[in-house]
């Protein structure tokens, strides 16, 4: 297991994060997974011991039940606090309440402290904003977190499914007023979903912002278990839950190269499409999340496995993304402009 730098902070995290989406399965969250406390502790046991230090939850998974189970599996296990840095998420509903949704200071600062007491912990390493709230500010919902980083409930921010504009923005506003910054984003990202190769990737490489990257088998669709010829897999979340959305009449063909690359080194098609991510500069750390033991350690596996240069290249020409503009207008007056050529 390899370890990466957190954007521009001195922490080093594993460059797989185990994902916590699928324990407990409460509510609208049954679609996605339903582990039991059990294979919760086993789970995150072999997660730790193969060089994992990095989980991923937020407090609206299963309402809530996905951080009790998480911060009962550490104590159960005996994981001191300090091996794992531990992230989370706010913005979905959290109650019936007229504030208990979105991203105003009020909402930030009562759901940190829900999320610190379902865990049981005395702090947040990266606590995320999950989403876009049109209602609320950036400038309150940048001090909204200003709030809890000072209090020392949080000690990293993050952001997740904003366009890259916003980013910016946010960032300019809390460099103004000296507030805390987001150090890292978690974005949609999967080799049969290259969308934030446009805008977001180029921003966060400027900025220095960690990228990872969540749903990185597009929701087990880029797993090998869908083909043209066999469009449901029978134990996959996508035959029910059919998330998040992806053109289906390309990723058949990218699998067909997965599959291919997969038999060639005796592993499966999604630990190739894992493998090809891995190999990406751009990316921090990849969420995993799995439903069953043999999923999680297949996916750890795809660390171990090395494509070569034209497997890549491979990889990349099958899943490219159709130019658009300004994109096309920026490569074709790049030339001549790029030194050494």
């Not at 049954?30 to 407090?59: C, H, M, R, Y």
């Not at 469009?231 to 190269?257: H, L, Q």
Request: hydrophobic letters at 40%.
């Amino acid at each position: 297991m390899k370890y990466k730098q957190l954007g521009n902070t001195g922490v080093l995290v594993s460059e797989l994060c185990l994902g916590a989406m699928t324990f407990g399965g409460r509510g609208y969250w049954k679609a996605v997974g339903e582990q039991p406390q059990e294979l919760v502790n086993a789970i995150i046991k072999e997660s730790v011991d193969q060089g994992i230090n990095f989980i991923d939850t937020a407090n609206a998974y299963s309402e809530g039940l996905s951080e009790i189970m998480l911060g009962k599996a550490l104590n159960d296990l005996g994981i001191h606090r300090q091996e794992v840095v531990i992230a989370t998420k706010l913005r979905i509903r959290m109650g019936p309440g007229a504030n208990q949704v979105g991203l105003s200071r009020l909402h930030i600062m009562d759901s940190v402290s829900d999320s610190l007491k379902r865990m049981n912990i005395d702090h947040i390493d990266l606590l995320y904003i999950h989403g876009v709230d049109s209602v609320t500010p950036l400038e309150e919902t940048m001090r909204g977190l200003e709030d809890v980083v000072r209090s020392g409930k949080v000690r990293y921010i993050g952001i997740s499914n904003h366009p890259a504009w916003m980013v910016t923005k946010a960032n300019g506003i809390a460099d103004k007023m000296g507030w805390t910054k987001f150090v890292a984003l978690q974005n949609y990202y999967s080799i049969g979903g290259r969308d934030i190769e446009r805008e977001i990737v180029p921003m966060a490489q400027s900025e220095g912002l960690a990228l990872l990257p969540w749903s990185p088998l597009a929701g087990g669709f880029m797993s090998g278990k869908f083909t043209r010829k066999n469009e449901t897999a029978g134990d996959s979340r996508r035959d029910n839950f059919d998330f998040p959305p992806i053109n289906k009449d390309k990723a058949y063909d990218i699998i067909d190269v997965l599959v291919q690359i997969g038999n060639a080194h005796n592993v499966s098609a999604a630990r190739v499409a894992l493998a090809w991510m891995l190999a990406k500069p751009f990316v921090t750390s990849i969420i995993i999340g799995a439903k069953k033991m043999d999923q999680l350690k297949d996916n750890i596996a795809a660390t171990q496995l090395t494509l070569s240069p034209e497997e890549l290249s491979q990889l990349d020409d099958i899943s490219a993304l159709t130019p658009e503009y300004p994109g096309w207008m920026l490569a074709m007056q790049s030339q001549g402009r790029i030194i050494g050529e």
